[in-house]
């Protein structure tokens, strides 16, 4: 016999009870078969339902420990576990081995003892107008620097440092913590240029003495560069410190018999107010976040 004729032999003698023969049937049993499939569909929902009663999915169970590790960018999630299961992570101080484990936004997750953030580091840089609280809002109806970059990012994003309410200039947030501790106490401080304009003129004297430094309750702050701005009244000068004190500009020149009537920050670290103006805000390149990691 060919191939052909087995073929078809096997096609010509199907088994009683074949697909054929059961769709015959299904016809010929008319309503009383489609109304036993209903019956059949709805008592086989029921366990389904009851199964997905008993899902600990919830938002209030958290999220599964590897995924918070891969979310903060310290490797995926096939990774996290093995981290995991060596022991490299902790959960609120406790050592966590167990696959599976959920947490919350709010627990201190670490791993190699560095804490971890779930959300993706966000750095953004706002050229600061006069007139906004950096934090909190003493007056009412005072505004803060947060509604200037509101819609910049979901993430939940802070100042690094502070600039009094009339003070202009750069002002930097994120939400990356480790980051944002490091420049919030620098073992040598950090870069920042200051334009200011003072109520008088400042002497050739104040400003010699202010090269050597100046003593602020009783501790030395070094300037590091000081000078009129050209072709500008003698009022208006530039300023380099690394000083990360509250008021510090101000501070410097009250103690000489000065008063800052308009402070703008001109460079922060390595980042300057270029293409940047007023009141706009961006974000930082890759390698300026690599630059500030390396203060």
């Known amino acids: ?19 054929g023969d059961r769709t015959s049937g299904g016809k010929q049993s008319g309503r009383q078969g489609g109304g036993q499939r209903k019956k059949s569909y709805a008592r086989g929902n029921a366990p389904i339902k009851k199964k997905m009663e008993k899902s600990p999915l919830s938002n ?43 947490v919350k936004l709010e627990d201190d997750v670490r ?21 906004f609280f950096v934090t909190g809002n003493p007056e009412k109806g005072g505004r803060t620097v947060m509604e200037l970059v509101s819609k910049a990012t979901k993430a939940k994003v802070s100042p690094v440092g502070k600039l009094d309410n009339q003070a ?27 334009q200011v304009t003072l109520d008088k003129n400042l002497s050739q004297e104040d400003m010699d003495s202010m090269k050597k430094g100046v003593y602020i309750e009783g501790s030395k702050v070094i300037i590091t560069d000081i ?19 509250e008021h510090i500009v101000t501070r410097i020149f009250k103690s000489l018999g000065y008063e800052v009537e308009s402070l703008d920050r001109v460079v922060f670290g390595g980042l300057t107010k270029k293409d940047l103006p007023r009141g706009r805000h961006r974000n930082l390149t890759e390698q300026e976040v690599i630059n500030l990691g390396m203060l």
């Open 227 to 245: 000078s009129y701005i050209e072709n500008r009244p003698h009022n208006e000068v530039g300023i380099e410190l690394n000083s990360i004190k």
């Open 111 to 131: 791993f190699d003892g560095r804490r971890l953030n779930p959300e993706k580091p966000e750095y953004i840089l706002l050229n600061k107008p006069a007139g």
């Open 60 to 102: 209030a169970d958290g999220i599964r420990l590897n995924k918070y590790i891969a979310n903060s960018g310290v490797c995926s999630r096939r990774e996290a576990d093995m981290y995991i299961a060596a022991g490299n992570v902790t959960v609120n101080g406790e050592t966590i081995t167990e696959m599976g484990y959920r």
């Open 1 to 19: 016999m060919s191939r052909n004729d087995r073929s078809s032999g096997r096609r010509n003698n199907k088994p009683s009870g074949s697909r």
């Open 168 to 194: 202009k200039g750069l002002l930097l947030f994120t939400n990356d913590g480790t980051l944002a501790k490091k420049l919030a106490k620098p073992k040598n401080g950090i870069r920042q240029i200051y």
